[in-house]
């Protein structure tokens, strides 16, 4: 399996019970579970158990003296949901990251490189305008960005 999640932009409907339908593209990178927990910029995002290990593995050696680790542990690490996907490829999204996310009835599942994002369809597109209206390039792509 090659290591980089595929690209692409799926528009879905979460049901009734808060569940979305992911992507066969995305499926076989997802087999062995996923991690969900809250995305910096308002969506969800979705990790493999390898790559959230690697990442608790990086906590651990932070110092929790220091506030800035305690303010980033609780964002994004506490209210993380390890899960697996149903045998329709189904994944439950616990109602605390709905919440966080603005999810109701329409998501966008997207492929960005090392994980998925599940955004609100709405939000989704808001913050694609802002950043089409704003555009950056980060200064550690600015020699390779065509």
């Not at 799926?10 to 969900?36: A, E, T």
């Not at 593995?57 to 542990?73: A, C, K, M, S, Y």
């Not at 209210?79 to 603005?102: E, M, N, W, Y």
């Amino acid at each position: 399996m090659p290591k980089r999640i595929p690209s692409g932009e799926h528009l879905v409907n979460l049901d009734g019970k808060g569940r979305v339908v992911i992507p066969v593209s995305f499926r076989d990178y997802l087999k062995k579970g996923l991690v969900l927990t809250r995305g910096f910029e308002g969506g969800i995002d979705v990790i493999t158990p390898a790559d959230w290990q690697k990442l608790e593995e990086r906590l651990e050696g932070l110092p929790l003296t220091d506030p800035d680790t305690r303010n980033f542990v609780r964002f994004y690490y506490a209210p993380a949901q390890k899960t697996k996907l149903d045998g329709q490829g189904r994944v439950l999204i616990p109602p605390s990251l709905r919440r966080f996310a603005g999810l109701t009835a329409r998501a966008v599942i997207t492929g960005v490189m090392d994980r998925i994002e599940i955004w609100d369809e709405q939000r989704f597109f808001d913050h694609l305008e802002e950043t089409r209206n704003a555009p950056f390039v980060p200064e550690s792509l600015r020699d390779i960005v065509i």
